[in-house]
């Protein structure tokens, strides 16, 4: 069963900085698609970016310039990097990947637990 656990959440002023990093464990064959969702109280969850295995990005407007995914390809591992951060930013925040499992070799979407990111005014 492939996992994904993410880490580096937490309380946060206006203005500044966190880095998530989300691992995936398991018996994987490949991971295609890495990405990082959010879902603020009493909204639907939203796309935040997303990585291609290649290494190509995708931003939704709203994080555009203060956001940035990266990923460790021989670690399994995604990151995003979170700057000039505003209090509308605060939400869970969910890992999310495309895994091709050793145990069944079909496509599977895996989802992390989620880690809470509050912005403080």
């Known amino acids: 069963q492939v996992q994904l656990v993410e880490s580096g959440g937490g309380l946060v002023q206006a203005g500044g900085s966190l880095r998530l990093s989300c691992a995936a464990s398991g018996s994987i064959v490949s991971i295609g698609v890495m990405a990082w969702y959010r879902q603020a109280p009493g909204k639907q969850r939203e796309l935040v970016a997303d990585?291609?295995?290649?290494?190509?990005?995708n931003y939704a407007d709203s994080v555009k310039g203060r956001f940035t995914i990266s990923r460790d390809n021989a670690k399994n591992t995604v990151f995003l990097q979170m700057a000039s951060l505003k209090p509308e930013d605060t939400a869970v925040y969910y890992c999310?990947?495309?895994?091709?499992?050793?145990?069944?070799?079909?496509?599977?979407?895996?989802w992390g637990q989620g880690t809470q990111v509050t912005v403080s005014s």
């Open positions: 999310n990947a495309g895994v091709i499992s050793r145990r069944t070799y079909a496509f599977t979407n895996v």
């Open positions: 990585i291609t295995s290649g290494g190509s990005t």
